[in-house]
């Protein structure tokens, strides 16, 4: 089974879905670990429930963000994985810490990336008068939520929808968008070769739609 060290920052549904399908039998995954850079998250008595181990880097002991990857890139080191999942982790990473998972390191984004990189995804949509919104799963490289994009889910925006209700409609889709990309990567499914995605070998040329 692959070896999951999942990082997150704040509320951890996203992880949840994937201890959920874990527990069911549905990921050939074992999460072994939950990393986040603030103490005191739900995400954290998420892991404590699963009885997941669980650990806190918090960035705003070390002085500078290298100081801070280098501990991190420590911390996620010594659970071996072979796979680390970004959920709702809201730091941006060094170049370095980034190299040395190249190709094993997934986020989820929400957006229909390309479109909104950074912040305030729900809020630039509905400024923009976008049709659709929706979440991207990506391999992580140097680019900030730049790398090729694996999947996404993507939805109507509604008269009346707030950034509020989109965040809530974006997080149902990606319960089920994640772990469907994470198990694919467990399968050997996917794989990142120079700036690209492979799906079954082959050069993605579109992302999959879930
Ligand atoms: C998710 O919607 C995820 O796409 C987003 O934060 C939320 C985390 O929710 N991620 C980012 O904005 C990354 N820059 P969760 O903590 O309940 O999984």
Redesign the pocket.
Known sequence: TCRVVVL??????????LIDQQAAGLLPIDIVAVISNRPNV??LQRAAKANIPHQVVDHTEFDSRELFDTALQQCIQQFTPDLVV?????RIMTADLVRRFAGKML????SLLPKYP??H?HRRALDNKDLQHG?SVHFVTEEL?GGPVIAQSQFDIQPGDTEDSL?IR??QL?HKLYPKVVGWFAENKIALQGNQALYNGEKLLQPKMI
């Not at 970004?86 to 809201?90: C, H, K, T, V």
């Not at 986020?107 to 929400?110: R, S």
């Open positions: 997150i920052s704040g509320n951890g549904s996203n992880l949840q879905a739900m995400g970004l959920a709702g982790y809201m986020n989820i984004h929400p950074g912040l995804t979440s939520d965040a974006i997080k990606e």
